[in-house]
């Protein structure tokens, strides 16, 4: 987080406090922390095939923080986790 979202104060880095308006923002950098934490265990269960897995860890990081890169990534998965079940269809 860039920007307090009470006041858009300029925020500086390991800041749990807002420097304008004092805002409490510990529990915003929790939930920030937590999303990104999603996103990489998503990263680390499609390398290791897990798409289903991946795709449900990506929805949890959007859940909890919308951003371009969790939405792309999400995007590719369901399109991989797509192709592999055309591929393993019974004929």
């Known amino acids: 987080m ?20 004092s805002s409490d923002l510990s529990l915003l950098f929790e939930i920030e922390q937590q999303a990104n934490d ?20 990506v929805e949890q990081s959007i859940s909890l923080k ?8 999400l995007g590719m998965l369901e399109r991989e986790y797509d192709n592999n079940l055309g591929h393993n269809a019974p004929d």
């Open 2 to 21: 860039e920007r307090c979202p009470i006041c858009k104060a300029r925020l500086k880095a390991e800041t749990q406090k807002c420097p304008r308006c």
């Open 66 to 73: 919308n951003n371009p890169l969790s939405v792309a990534l």
């Open 38 to 57: 999603l996103l990489f265990q998503a990263l680390e269960e499609a390398e290791q095939g897990a798409l289903e897995e991946a795709v449900h860890s």
